[in-house]
């Protein structure tokens, strides 16, 4: 995935502020590290400048890290910079973050930095073998005092020696300009490894002057005719130095290496290059000799035909020309070189920039860089311009993520992976694109509707196009089909179904987040659908976005649950413009839990509603009571549209229900004691009072309605009879504890009432057993008197 530099910028500059946080230094607040991170400059508007003047330092630095790829650049931080400094003068506060520090403290920093920037453009430019040239080789060589090319060249591995003399040239210049100071206030860099080397401008190797001696060579004329000793194949070989290649605009490359480290008069270097693999020696069957000289340089002009093309530099030292053929071949240097792409054509379509080309064959991907053009003079070969670096790229790319209008330069570079070397990259190929300025459509276009029963209004949000004016056009009925396809003129917008008098004239607000808002649209009173639309005006084009279509409905009104016992029946005032009243049940005290996907415990049409004269509820409501939402729902050719719910609560019913048994005498079969048991829908351990009512003539009407007899827990003979008894839990299916009355003597009906206030009856229903149950009388009908 291609890296996001804004995003590792925030993290960097919030990892470091967590660990300076508990010490005493006044460090800037994360919306400020936000900006900064994200802006990618110091300082950006709006910060608190004198806060975070001190650690401009601390923030280049990291920010370097950053650029360069360094992982948890916040934790490698050396221990000089997790202090403030003194706010630095002369800097411009719009300075990029990459940019050199033009004052530096000591000439050591000075040294040090000016050695840095040198590797920088080096890797950007694709100097071959840069990769292998660290940080700390760099910091070493300042720690050290060493300035000259000898100096250098005992402190470098043998592969980098190629390099000490542009080394020495880059700390003679910052000497003479800075000076030098204690190596003990240089900051070093954490060693980390390079992923790709890119290719063009290396530093130069200085050029030996050929012997003046007419005993030897004064030019290269026969020296392809020697016959020359063969390679020996050493057993300890010595390593090989770098050779530096150069690309030319033109095509072709100019191979440089250092001169071989022999007192010998006389050195032939044989140039020999191979594509499969790198020459095992000057003679290898499947090499090609690219020249013979006594030079340490030479232009190699000739076609790529693989990715990779491998060259190395073979030496033969001796006292002349005839003695050093016939001395066996030393391998001296060594380099490969990626071959470049071919028949680049880049071309805009549409809005988007198309790339075709053709690559070598073994190159791996390609590597892509758009820069905006008035950033190529400085951001050439900057890897934080690459896009679609998930992707190998290797026939083109498609690149949607332009803005129109713009200009840019697009550098392209092939890259393979060559043996112990890594992924290298290969010389730049570069075309320009301008983009024609098109006007965009906006498709994101959001509504809110604030559904006031007075006042309707909505808000609109929208991402605004990266040119033009947008205006947001409301309408009764939608645009005419097609409308949006095409890019049309300002005076076909009516002809679209988009009036004039139909466009909104609100002001446009900008909001934190980059969007731009419309608040406090009215909704027509007389519309009950309404039609948005944006459309993006420049230059007299017009084109017109995607339409969002709003319907209202009316509010649910007087609604009243009615209850019957085991069935409850919804009663309101239908909403205008809704097809369908959806019902929600939910936590009692909580608001409505509907949404698009939650499934609605029952609803019912217009049509229903007004044959049934209700809800009908098809389950009845809890026991112990929930809230009730009530939505209206109208449908659209955009899809369901919700209204306002209306939300109430239902208290809920203790249904209970009881049953009575007589005992009666032997023969007679007059009633000596009835046995009551409850029960309850539910589990009730603070059961309400009871009253075993008795009437001898009718069934009592209420538990005023005859003479409350006593009853005592049954199975307990030391209980007292008492005329009002509560049960200490009551259970479904009659688990609870049963009660007995004394009836001798009594005839007429008993019946049980929940002993409640009226006020509080309404929350309790206790369903009756059958009546033949409740009668006392005997078996022959006869009625007994108390």
């Not at 500059?13 to 994200?38: E, T, Y």
């Not at 040119?467 to 309408?475: I, Q």
């Not at 509010?555 to 019902?583: M, N, Y």
């Not at 009836?743 to 409640?756: E, I, P, Q, S």
Request: proline fraction near 11%.
């Amino acid at each position: 995935m291609p890296v996001d530099r804004k995003t590792e910028r925030i993290r960097a500059l919030l990892g470091w502020r967590n660990r300076v946080l508990d010490g005493a230094a006044v460090v800037p607040s994360v919306d400020d590290l936000q900006k900064i991170g994200a802006a990618g400059v110091l300082w950006p508007p709006h910060i608190d400048r004198q806060v975070a003047e001190p650690w401009r330092k601390t923030i280049e630095y990291l920010f370097r890290l950053v650029e360069e790829g360094v992982p948890d650049p916040a934790g490698r931080l050396p221990s000089s910079l997790l202090q403030p400094g003194p706010p630095l003068d002369g800097r411009s506060a719009a300075a990029p973050l990459d940019a050199a520090d033009p004052v530096p403290r000591t000439g050591l920093d000075a040294a040090l930095a000016a050695l840095k920037a040198w590797r920088a453009e080096a890797v950007t430019s694709g100097v071959a073998g840069i990769a292998w040239l660290k940080e700390s080789h760099l910091t070493e060589i300042v720690r050290s005092g060493r300035s000259t090319t000898e100096e250098i060249t005992e402190v470098l591995p043998a592969r980098l020696r190629v390099l000490a003399g542009s080394l020495a040239r880059v700390l003679a210049d910052s000497a003479a300009t800075n000076g030098r100071a204690s190596a003990d206030e240089v900051p070093s860099a954490p060693d980390e490894k390079q992923a790709e080397i890119p290719a063009p401008q290396p530093p130069t190797v200085p050029a030996v002057e050929p012997p003046t001696d007419p005993e030897h060579p004064t030019s290269d004329e026969g020296l392809s005719a020697l016959i020359f000793a063969g390679y020996e194949y050493p057993e300890d070989p010595r390593p090989p130095g770098l050779v530096v290649a150069d690309p030319q605009r033109g095509g072709g490359v100019i191979l440089r290496w250092p001169a071989a480290d022999t007192d010998a008069a006389t050195v032939i270097y044989r140039v020999v290059s191979g594509d499969a693999y790198v020459p095992y020696s000057p003679d290898a069957g499947e090499s090609e000799t690219v020249a013979v000289t006594t030079a340490l340089t030479v232009q190699d002009d000739r076609p790529f035909r693989t990715a990779v093309r491998h060259v190395t530099i073979w030496s033969h030292a001796g006292t002349g020309v005839e003695d050093a053929a016939s001395r066996p071949p030393v391998l001296h240097a060594v380099t490969s070189v990626v071959g470049p792409v071919t028949d680049l054509q880049i071309s805009e379509d549409h809005g988007r920039v198309v790339g075709r080309w053709t690559v070598l064959p073994g190159t791996e991907s390609v590597r892509i860089l758009r820069i905006p053009i008035e950033e190529a003079a400085h951001g050439a070969g900057q890897p934080r311009y690459r896009i679609l670096g998930d992707s190998p790229n290797l026939t083109g790319f498609v690149d949607g993520d332009v803005r129109p209008g713009r200009h840019y330069l697009y550098q392209v570079a092939a890259a393979a992976t060559v043996g112990r070397e890594g992924r290298l990259l290969s010389p730049s190929v570069s075309a320009e694109v301008k983009l024609r300025a098109v006007p965009a459509p906006v498709t994101d276009l959001r509504v809110r509707l604030h559904d006031h029963d007075e006042s309707p209004e909505f808000d609109i949000r929208w991402s605004p196009p990266p040119a033009g004016r947008v205006d947001v056009y409301r309408t009764e009925l939608p645009p005419a089909a097609g409308a949006g396809e095409r890019p049309l003129s300002e005076a076909a917008l009516e002809q679209a179904g988009l009036p004039a008098h139909s466009r909104l004239p609100h002001p446009v607000d900008a909001l934190p987040s980059g969007e731009a808002t419309m608040a406090g649209v009215p909704w027509p009173r007389q519309w009950t659908r309404a039609y948005l639309t944006p459309v993006t005006l420049r230059e007299g084009n017009a084109r017109v976005g995607v339409t969002v279509s709003m319907t209202r409905t009316g509010r649910i009104r007087h609604p009243k649950i009615i209850e019957r016992t085991h069935r409850q029946v919804l009663t309101f005032e239908w909403p205008d413009g809704a097809a369908w009243v959806l019902l929600y049940r939910g936590v009692s005290g909580h608001g409505p839990g509907a949404g698009p996907n939650i499934r609605p415990d029952d609803e019912i049409s217009a049509s229903r509603y007004e044959n049934q004269g209700g809800m009908h509820l098809a389950y009845p409501l809890p026991t112990r009571g929930c809230s009730v939402h009530l939505v209206p729902v109208a449908y659209t050719a955009g899809g369901k549209v919700t209204g306002s719910p209306v939300s109430m609560e239902y208290p809920g019913l203790l249904r209970m229900r009881y049953m009575v048994s007589t005992r009666r005498t032997f023969g007679t079969g007059r009633p000596t004691g009835v046995t009551v048991q409850i029960d309850a829908e539910v589990d009730i351990l603070h059961a309400p009072p009871f009253a075993l009512v008795h009437n001898p003539d009718r069934l009592p009407l209420d538990i005023y309605d005859g003479q409350a007899l006593f009853v005592a827990p049954e199975g307990d003979p030391t209980a007292v009879p008492v005329p009002r008894f509560i049960p200490h839990r009551l259970a479904p299916d009659f688990r609870g504890l049963a009660w007995t009355a004394d009836v001798r003597g009594l005839g007429g009906y008993v019946r049980l009432f929940v002993d409640l206030p009226v006020g509080r009856l309404a929350g309790v229903a206790l369903l009756d057993p059958p009546v033949s149950t409740l009668r006392l009388d005997s078996a022959s009908g006869r009625r007994g008197r108390a």
